[in-house]
T-cell receptor
Framework: AAGVIQSPRHLIKEKRETATLKCYPIPRHDTVYWYQQGPGQDPQFLISFYEKMQSDKGSIPDRFSAQQFSDYHSELNMSSLELGDSALYFC?????????????FGPGTRLTVT | AQRVTQPEKLLSVFKGAPVELKCNYSYSGSPELFWYVQYSRQRLQLLLRHISRESIKGFTADLNKGETSFHLKKPFAQEEDSAMYYCALSSYNTDKLIFGTGTRLQVFP
C-alpha cells in the first residue's frame, strides 16, 4: 500500500540558505501534519493543514511557512536557516477529516545546516 | 499545559521477561492516548490507541485517568520488540500529537 512520501530524504544546507521539504500524503488523505525532531528530542508539532487550509499551528518559527496544494501534497519552506534547524522533519497524513483519525508518518527528511 | 512524560530513556530486558514502558500525561480535558513505535530504520507507526482497547503484538495499554498514566505492557518480550517507543496524546479539539521523549527498548536474547 502507498505510504506517505517525503522528499528529499536528506538535505544539507548552509546557514542563511533556504530549504523546501515536500510531503505527499496517502491517496485520499486530506490532512497533513509537520513535526520537527531535533537530536535526542521528541517530535514537536509544527503545523497542520486540512483541505488545503491551515488547521493548527504549533511552535513553528516565523522563518518557516507551509502550504497544502490542490493535490493535497504539502511543502514546508524554511528560510534564513540556522544551525538549530538541523533536525528530522516528519510529515504525517490522516484521512476523512475525522477527529482522532490515525496519523501515518513518512520516513522523514533529515536536514543538516552547516 | 499538555505534556507527556516517559521517565525511562532506555529499558533493557532479556527475551521472555515482562516489559512495562511508563507514560504519564498532564491534560485538563479528555485526551486520546497513543503509543507509537519506530523500529530501526523504519518510520513511526501507530502501535496502540486507548480508545481501541486492542492488544497489538502482545502489547496492551490501559488508560488510568486517576494516575494520568498510559503504561505499555507486554508479558513476554521478544527480540523483535527492540525499538523506540513514543507515548503521545491528542485532544478533542485538535489532532496534533504531543509526544513524550521516547523510551528505547532493548530485548537481549
Amino acid at each position: 500500500a502507498a505510504g506517505v512520501i517525503q522528499s528529499p530524504r536528506h538535505l544539507i544546507k548552509e546557514k542563511r540558505e533556504t530549504a523546501t521539504l515536500k510531503c505527499y500524503p496517502i491517496p485520499r488523505h486530506d490532512t497533513v501534519y509537520w513535526y520537527q525532531q531535533g537530536p535526542g528530542q521528541d517530535p514537536q508539532f509544527l503545523i497542520s493543514f486540512y483541505e488545503k487550509m491551515q488547521s493548527d499551528k504549533g511552535s513553528i518559527p516565523d522563518r518557516f511557512s507551509a502550504q497544502q496544494f490542490s493535490d493535497y501534497h504539502s511543502e514546508l519552506n524554511m528560510s534564513s536557516l540556522e544551525l538549530g534547524d538541523s533536525a528530522l522533519y516528519f510529515c504525517a497524513s490522516s484521512g476523512a477529516g475525522e477527529r482522532g483519525d490515525e496519523q501515518y508518518f513518512g520516513p522523514g527528511t533529515r536536514l543538516t545546516v552547516t | 499545559a499538555q505534556r507527556v512524560t516517559q521517565p525511562e530513556k532506555l529499558l533493557s530486558v532479556f527475551k521472555g521477561a515482562p516489559v512495562e514502558l511508563k507514560c504519564n500525561y498532564s491534560y485538563s480535558g479528555s485526551p486520546e492516548l497513543f503509543w507509537y513505535v519506530q523500529y530501526s530504520r523504519q518510520r513511526l507507526q501507530l502501535l496502540l490507541r486507548h480508545i481501541s482497547r486492542e492488544s497489538i503484538k502482545g502489547f496492551t495499554a490501559d488508560l488510568n485517568k486517576g494516575e494520568t498514566s498510559f503504561h505499555l505492557k507486554k508479558p513476554f518480550a521478544q527480540e523483535e520488540d527492540s525499538a523506540m517507543y513514543y507515548c503521545a496524546l491528542s485532544s478533542y479539539n485538535t489532532d496534533k500529537l504531543i509526544f513524550g521523549t521516547g523510551t528505547r527498548l532493548q530485548v537481549f536474547p
